[in-house]
């Protein structure tokens, strides 16, 4: 397994992370039509970068530089990656890059519609997660992990938990991206939209909880599967914190004169963490779906080495 | 050829596209909405025995304070207007500035409603809109349906001017400094377009669009007057923005004599004020469960 592949795939998810630090801003500074015109901005590769434009076109060039990166990932996985199936998600995580960066075109030209917006944001947590897997799927210790760890068949798997917790958590980014971008600092968030995210947050921490949990309790010993179990019951807890405050400054925010940095910081954040949580249950699933067999089905994980 | 997950993958990423595609469909705004705009009733003849609805907004309390804003975000707006301030708020002595007063219906002397004459004398043909000092000049104003505003920068800057209708459609253009006026023209009435600058998020102006000449916009000592009133029974509306949402509403009845005025006196309080501000700890209404009984 090639060292350099992973750890480039690991530089690409880092920068995809950071990517989604930038995005956040801009929908936080309400940037989004800062530059009316796209692919170029103000019919330039580089404008002046002042007042929210720093932040719009700021995003688009860290934008870019993903998506080259991407392109030297998807290039350097077929070339020195043996096993076919990772060189696809390469070329699909390049697939969604494109498509990511034309559904942000297509915000700015039809002037930020909310299912647009929404998408693009849902997206960009996708594309984090495959790049993110593609670190996953190149690391040495996914290679060297066996199924050799045996589950009982009575009761509710652990795979069938991570799965099912990974689905929710999707369910209430596509509900916290809708949120988000059904209105602006200055005017107040959607009550049913903001409901409907919060009881998200109490889902998604009873699905979670109870997947670590059940790691936890039932596999204390494999660290393989405990580090990113605890991980994630972490992050998740950060994030429910960061829900809370994203929650008391942005109902202020109205209020202002302009967005506040405090509002900005946590909302930021909230989005931040939301992904390494996202990131933190994939990372748990693959390896349960690595090493996890049920005792007395056909053995084998679902992902090949 | 393609595995069960990249199918998965796929079949999510042209599920987006499709989403996508839908949401581009834009309902909003057009020529062809035929109730909010000019064109279409009985034209309007004048008998020469128009009058006036004149009166003063009025603050009673003490007036909430405009924050500051912090321009540091661009140089140029922290060079020319240093001290610039939120204009929610604008009171001095106990008088409102910048409240839009308009006559929302109404029966003329004749019998005849106000809102299904058109061809009204002393339509106004432009309005100016203007970019100074990092806020827009004048920050609320009102425009007849169709009216040219004329959009111009007079700063070092560059803005970009977005109106955000609700009826109309949107319109997003950027303008840089020593750029020439820009012209655009609300075609359906509507109270009020909020208009902003993506660049300076502290930017905001709002357009009345009305489907007559009868409005105004209340000057720094609180006063407004509506010209060219045919005599009848009218509702006219005092409208002023707030910190959120779409901003506070005084109604009044007047009647207008023949070549006479009436008066429409309006006071904003301390409630209107704080409308809508948050309390020290924002909270959601209690869920309750229904009670199970044994």
Known sequence: MSKGVH??????????????IAGANVTSHDAGLAVPDWPLSFGKFFPKMVGNVFWEHGHRMIAASVGVLTIVLAIYLQVREPRRWV???????????????LLGGLTVKLLLPLAVSAAHATLAQLFFLTTVSIAVFTSRSWTNAEPKIFEDANGVSVRTLCVASLALILVQLVLGATLRHSATWDQLLPTGLLVAHITGAIIVTLALGVTAAGVLLRHRDEKFLTRPAIVALGLLFVQLMLGIAAYITRAASPY??????PMIAVTVAHVACGALVFAATILLTLRVFRVLQVESREVGALAPA | MFSKRAGLWLGLIATLGLLSLGSSCNNKGGGDEGAGTEGGGAAYASKGDEGTISGTIAFTGTAPENPKIDTSADAQCASKNPNLTAETWAVKDGKVANTFVYIKDGTLADGKKIGDLTGWPNMPSSATLDQNGCHYKPHVMGVVAKEEINITNSDPTTHNIHFTPAKNPDWNQSQPNGAAPMKHSLNTAEVMVPVKCNQHPWMKAYIGVMKHPFFAVSAENGSFTITGVPPGKYTVVAWHEAAAGPGTEKTMEVTVPAKGSATADFSFGASAGLQGQPSSLPMLAAIEFPMLHK
Request: charged share 10%.
């Open chain 1, 256 to 261: 202002g004169a302009q967005p506040l940095n």
């Open chain 1, 87 to 101: 060189k696809r998600l390469g070329w699909m995580a390049l697939g969604l890059v494109i498509v990511q960066g």
């Open chain 1, 7 to 20: 750890r480039f795939a690991l530089l690409v998810a880092v920068a995809t992370f950071f990517l989604i």
